[in-house]
């Protein structure tokens, strides 16, 4: 998340939102985010019910790894219209590389 | 099996952190702008 965080000035000029999104509460995420030295865009909290969101998205249960409970680490890009425009399920410790989810934001400005 | 390009995004609205500020994150509310969704497994944690 700190490397959304320090490109985030790139994202926000494409006109794109970020936002983080796994089960933890939102309290996890207040002490996350300081630990951080500070998140200015959403960590979402996928809890209840218990990870819906990653459900409809497919990505739970995790498939890329036997870590009980959570879901995959993937990025969706989504356009204007809220299609689905990228996506790539990663690793379970494989960071995202953000050139390339630029890379994916930018034609849809 | 997850959802691919060319599929048309969920909607869902959930509480959300926003630095120390608590709200709530409506995808659907970002329509007209572009949003990159990160999905990660845990906080505090590498993963």
Redo the contacts between chains.
């Keep these: 998340m700190s490397v959304m965080q320090a490109n985030l000035a790139q994202f926000t000029g494409l006109n794109a939102q970020v936002v983080g999104i796994n089960t933890d509460t939102i309290f996890t995420h207040k002490a996350f985010q300081k630990s951080l030295g500070g998140l200015s865009f959403p960590l979402a909290s996928d809890r209840w019910p218990y990870a819906e969101a990653a459900t409809a998205y497919g990505i739970f249960p995790a498939v890329k790894h036997q870590f009980g409970g959570v879901n995959d680490r993937a990025v969706f890009v989504l356009d204007k219209e809220g299609k689905i425009a990228w996506s790539k399920v990663y690793e379970l410790r494989q960071l995202p590389e953000v050139n390339e989810i630029l890379t994916a934001v930018r034609p849809l400005m | 099996?997850?959802?691919?390009?060319?599929?048309?995004?969920?909607?869902?609205k959930?509480?959300?952190?926003?630095?120390?500020t608590?709200?709530e994150?409506q995808?659907?509310s970002?329509?007209?702008?572009?949003?990159?969704?990160?999905?990660?497994?845990?906080?505090?944690t590498?993963?």
Excluded: I, K
């Design positions: 099996m997850a959802l691919n390009p060319g599929d048309r995004a969920p909607d869902f959930l509480p959300a952190m926003t630095g120390e608590q709200g994150f995808l659907s970002h329509t007209g702008q572009n949003v990159v969704l990160c999905f990660y497994a845990l906080d505090f590498p993963v």
